[in-house]
Nanobody, 119 residues
Framework: QVQLVDTGGGLVQPGGSLRLSCAASTSIFSIYVMGWYRQAPGKQRELVATITSAGNTNYVDSVKGRFTISRDNAKKTVYLQMNSLKPEDTAVYYC?????????????WGQGTQVTVSS
């Protein structure tokens, strides 16, 4: 079992920045693919960004060039740096840890942190 704690959300004006953090309890953090998802009111949860154990990253088109995902395996933490925030980025952001072993998927979620972009 892996526990994830998401922090760093808040209220920010359009064009502002926030950095989200997700701290994991597992001692084998480095094997997990880490991701950030978000869910806006009335919408389905969507993938925002992922980072593999090797540091390869992937982003949804709407955040490319504005958001950066990174990880610190020694601190067992993944980050999401969000710049040039827009009102449409408003959502609850969730951290995810994913590992595949012998065709079994192990997936864990943080509790979520609210990001509100508004003037």
């Amino acid at each position: 079992q892996v526990q994830l704690v998401d922090t760093g959300g808040g209220l920010v004006q359009p064009g502002g920045s926030l950095r989200l953090s997700c701290a994991a309890s597992t001692s084998i953090f480095s094997i997990y693919v880490m991701g950030w998802y978000r869910q806006a009111p009335g919408k389905q949860r969507e993938l925002v960004a992922t980072i593999t154990s090797a540091g390869n990253t992937n982003y949804v088109d709407s955040v490319k060039g504005r958001f950066t995902i990174s990880r610190d395996n020694a601190k067992k933490t993944v980050y999401l740096q969000m710049n040039s925030l827009k009102p449409e980025d408003t959502a609850v952001y969730y951290c995810n840890a994913l590992h595949l072993l012998h065709s079994t998927e192990y997936s864990y979620w943080g509790q979520g942190t609210q990001v509100t972009v508004s003037s």
